[in-house]
């Protein structure tokens, strides 16, 4: 097999790219070791800011997207049962966030690539990358029904998450990481109950962070902080909903509850990895760098990436080097800052297990001040929004 950029991932960033890159008459093959089923369903981030969205929207992706979204214009932060309301209309300049799950995102994308006839290769196995760093032409070895494949390409994109091959395959001396594992997990559920809420709650409390998230009018996701190395066979749905009206109570509000259609605990992780370039192979989204959930960031950074990648590897296809040479300066500013963003939304909102009283009280110092200082406020609304793609 012969392609210009062979993709190793079908998460967003992989779907993405090979997307812009199709818009820019560039071929591309993309490999993926899950079925599609299994990505189709996959439950992960719902969130989207104003950016990728327009993005999903621009290049002909957003249509299911425009008619069933959620569009929300502020959040609420909850702590010593009050609720406060931190308003993008006036904060923000009228930047928006959308809930749209990063499942529907993955199908809308998927159906694109195989209405265009474009190939994307499900269940593949054993994948390796070779060759990327020097002149010579890279190529991607997978199996594929039983039978040993071999892609030669141009270039090769790492969109493999976290987890996958293409960032080990870097030598260990030209890479810089920086890295954080937090001290507690989340368990998420998805619920089939209509959500007690129009927009996001962020509740601060004692015994532990939990947030309100929204899937559709009808389905809701929750998320509860839990100590590190929790089994989900702890918690049984009563009490997991037990503990979310605890730690959301708010006089005169009720948390509805439903029944579970889906529960997982995910580990809290910072890192970031530089250069995200090697030779000519680029990593992009997870397998570059990873955020805590609680800033809603880690889809957002993954596609902002791409926006970086596709047009850079058009110029260099075209024997330009200058976009490809600043990719990863130009990706890592973004990144930095939302790791910060999201190290400092969840270290405002979580107790950590060793937390002495003094810490509890600098957080709630910190929530009053972003809840009463109009620039504290600002801060907290324009991350969240997300700035301006490349
Ligand atoms: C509970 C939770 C909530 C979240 N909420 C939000 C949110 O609200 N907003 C937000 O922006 N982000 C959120 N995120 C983060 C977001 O889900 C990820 O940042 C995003 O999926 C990254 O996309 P990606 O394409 O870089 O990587 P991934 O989605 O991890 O995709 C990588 C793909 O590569 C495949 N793969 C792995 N290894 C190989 C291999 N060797 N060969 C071929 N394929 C391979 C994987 O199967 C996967 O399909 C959340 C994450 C979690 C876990």
Same mark, same amino acid.
């Given at each position: 097999?012969?392609?210009?950029?062979?993709?190793?991932?079908?998460?967003?960033?992989?779907?993405?790219?090979?997307?812009?890159?199709?818009?820019?008459?560039?071929?591309?093959?993309?490999?993926?070791?899950?079925?599609?089923?299994?990505?189709?369903?996959?439950?992960?981030?719902?969130?989207?800011?104003?950016? !990728?969205? +327009?993005?999903?929207?621009? !290049?002909?992706?957003?249509?299911?997207?425009?008619?069933?979204?959620? !569009?929300?214009?502020?959040?609420?932060?909850?702590?010593?049962?009050?609720?406060?309301?931190?308003?993008?209309?006036?904060?923000?300049?009228?930047?928006?966030?959308?809930?749209?799950?990063?499942?529907?995102?993955?199908?809308?994308?998927?159906?694109?690539?195989?209405?265009?006839?474009?190939?994307?290769?499900?269940?593949?196995?054993?994948? !390796?990358?070779?060759?990327?760093?020097?002149?010579?032409?890279?190529?991607?070895?997978?199996?594929?029904?039983?039978?040993?494949?071999?892609?030669?390409?141009?270039?090769?994109?790492?969109? +493999?998450?976290?987890?996958?091959?293409?960032?080990?395959?870097?030598?260990?001396?030209?890479?810089?990481? %920086?890295?954080?594992?937090?001290?507690?997990?989340?368990?998420?559920?998805?619920?089939?109950?209509?959500?007690?809420?129009?927009?996001?709650?962020?509740?601060?409390?004692?015994?532990?962070?939990?947030?309100?998230?929204?899937?559709?009018?009808?389905?809701?996701?929750?998320?509860?902080?839990?100590?590190?190395?929790?089994?989900?066979?702890?918690?049984?749905?009563?009490?997991?909903?037990?503990?979310?009206?605890?730690?959301?109570?708010?006089?005169?509000?009720?948390?509805?509850?439903?029944?579970?259609? +889906?529960?997982?605990?995910?580990?809290?992780?910072?890192?970031?990895?530089?250069?995200?370039?090697?030779?000519?192979?680029?990593?992009?989204?997870?397998?570059?760098?990873?955020?805590?959930?609680?800033?809603?960031?880690?889809?957002?950074?993954?596609?902002?990436?791409?926006?970086?990648?596709?047009?850079?590897?058009?110029?260099?296809?075209?024997? +330009?080097?200058?976009?490809?040479?600043?990719?990863?300066?130009?990706?890592?500013?973004?990144? %930095?800052?939302?790791?910060?963003?999201? %190290? %400092?939304?969840?270290?405002?909102?979580?107790?950590?297990?060793?937390?002495?009283?003094?810490?509890?009280?600098?957080?709630?110092?910190?929530?009053?001040?972003?809840?009463?200082?109009?620039?504290?406020?600002?801060?907290?609304?324009?991350?969240?929004?997300?700035?301006?793609?490349?």
């Amino acid at each position: 097999m012969r392609t210009q950029i062979g993709i190793v991932g079908a998460g967003p960033a992989g779907l993405v790219l090979a997307h812009l890159l199709h818009l820019r008459g560039i071929e591309s093959i993309v490999l993926e070791t899950r079925s599609r089923k299994y990505i189709e369903e996959r439950v992960r981030a719902g969130l989207l800011e104003q950016g !990728t969205v +327009d993005l999903l929207i621009e !290049t002909g992706v957003g249509e299911r997207l425009k008619r069933e979204c959620l !569009t929300h214009h502020g959040i609420e932060l909850r702590f010593n049962r009050r609720g406060h309301r931190i308003d993008f209309d006036d904060l923000a300049g009228g930047k928006t966030v959308t809930i749209y799950a990063q499942q529907e995102v993955i199908k809308d994308l998927v159906a694109a690539r195989l209405a265009a006839n474009l190939p994307i290769l499900f269940d593949v196995e054993d994948v !390796t990358v070779h060759d990327f760093d020097g002149g010579a032409s890279p190529s991607i070895r997978f199996r594929s029904a039983g039978k040993e494949e071999v892609i030669h390409c141009d270039y090769i994109a790492g969109c +493999d998450g976290f987890h996958g091959i293409c960032r080990p395959a870097i030598p260990a001396s030209v890479l810089t990481t %920086w890295g954080r594992d937090y001290p507690y997990a989340w368990l998420g559920i998805l619920a089939d109950v209509p959500p007690s809420t129009d927009e996001l709650i962020y509740a601060h409390h004692g015994d532990g962070f939990a947030l309100h998230s929204l899937r559709s009018p009808a389905v809701s996701r929750l998320y509860l902080q839990v100590d590190n190395g929790e089994q989900l066979a702890a918690w049984p749905d009563e009490r997991i909903w037990a503990e979310l009206s605890r730690r959301f109570e708010l006089p005169g509000w009720t948390l509805e509850q439903g029944p579970v259609l +889906d529960k997982s605990i995910t580990p809290m992780r910072s890192f970031v990895c530089a250069p995200m370039r090697y030779g000519r192979l680029f990593l992009a989204g997870d397998a570059a760098h990873i955020v805590p959930p609680t800033g809603a960031k880690g889809l957002n950074l993954a596609l902002a990436d791409v926006a970086v990648l596709a047009p850079a590897l058009d110029a260099l296809l075209h024997g +330009d080097d200058k976009l490809a040479a600043s990719y990863s300066a130009t990706c890592l500013e973004r990144v %930095w800052r939302s790791t910060h963003f999201s %190290w %400092w939304m969840t270290t405002m909102l979580h107790r950590a297990p060793t937390a002495d009283p003094l810490a509890t009280q600098l957080q709630l110092a910190q929530l009053r001040y972003v809840v009463a200082s109009r620039a504290a406020a600002t801060t907290l609304a324009e991350n969240y929004t997300g700035f301006a793609m490349h």
